[in-house]
């Protein structure tokens, strides 16, 4: 993936995009390795996307990070940072896995699937 744009805009945004998007398909041309994520409302998607899941995000599009790293780089507890991780995984916005922490068990490695996210809200 190269690059994930997150964006505000409405049904018949989405529909005329897809449209677009079956015409290019048809024609044979070739697709940007891109995910676009919309949200009706700008509020709500800044909301989603606040602030501390922002920072998340930048972190892991940095390099891969666990749990108790970006507990500590982000300055949070480890539970809400748990909990963001995985609100934005089933966003499809970062992925994670599990790896063998010698010693001390499982630890989580969370990782952006994108080099580049785009934001993108309009209003009005």
Same mark, same amino acid.
């Given at each position: 993936? !190269?690059?994930?744009?997150?964006?505000? &805009? &409405?049904?018949?945004?989405?529909?005329?995009r $897809?449209?677009?998007? $079956?015409? %290019?398909?048809?024609?044979?041309?070739?697709? &940007?390795?891109?995910v676009?994520?919309?949200?009706? &409302?700008?509020?709500?998607?800044?909301?989603?996307?606040?602030?501390?899941r922002?920072?998340?995000?930048?972190?892991?599009?940095?390099?891969? %990070?666990?749990?108790?790293?970006?507990?500590?780089?982000?300055?949070?507890n480890?539970?809400?940072?748990?909990?963001?991780?995985?609100?934005?995984?089933?966003m499809?916005?970062?992925?994670?896995? %599990?790896? $063998?922490?010698?010693?001390?068990?499982i630890?989580?490695?969370?990782? !952006?699937? $994108?080099?580049?996210?785009?934001?993108?809200?309009?209003?009005?």
């Amino acid at each position: 993936m !190269s690059k994930i744009v997150i964006r505000t &805009d &409405d049904v018949a945004g989405f529909f005329s995009r $897809a449209k677009h998007a $079956a015409r %290019r398909a048809d024609r044979g041309e070739v697709f &940007d390795r891109k995910v676009t994520l919309s949200f009706e &409302d700008p509020q709500r998607m800044f909301a989603v996307l606040s602030t501390g899941r922002r920072r998340l995000m930048l972190e892991v599009m940095r390099e891969p %990070r666990t749990i108790n790293e970006l507990s500590q780089r982000l300055h949070r507890n480890r539970s809400s940072v748990t909990k963001d991780v995985g609100l934005l995984e089933k966003m499809g916005l970062i992925v994670s896995q %599990r790896q $063998a922490n010698p010693g001390h068990g499982i630890q989580k490695i969370v990782q !952006s699937i $994108a080099p580049k996210i785009e934001m993108v809200a309009t209003l009005g």
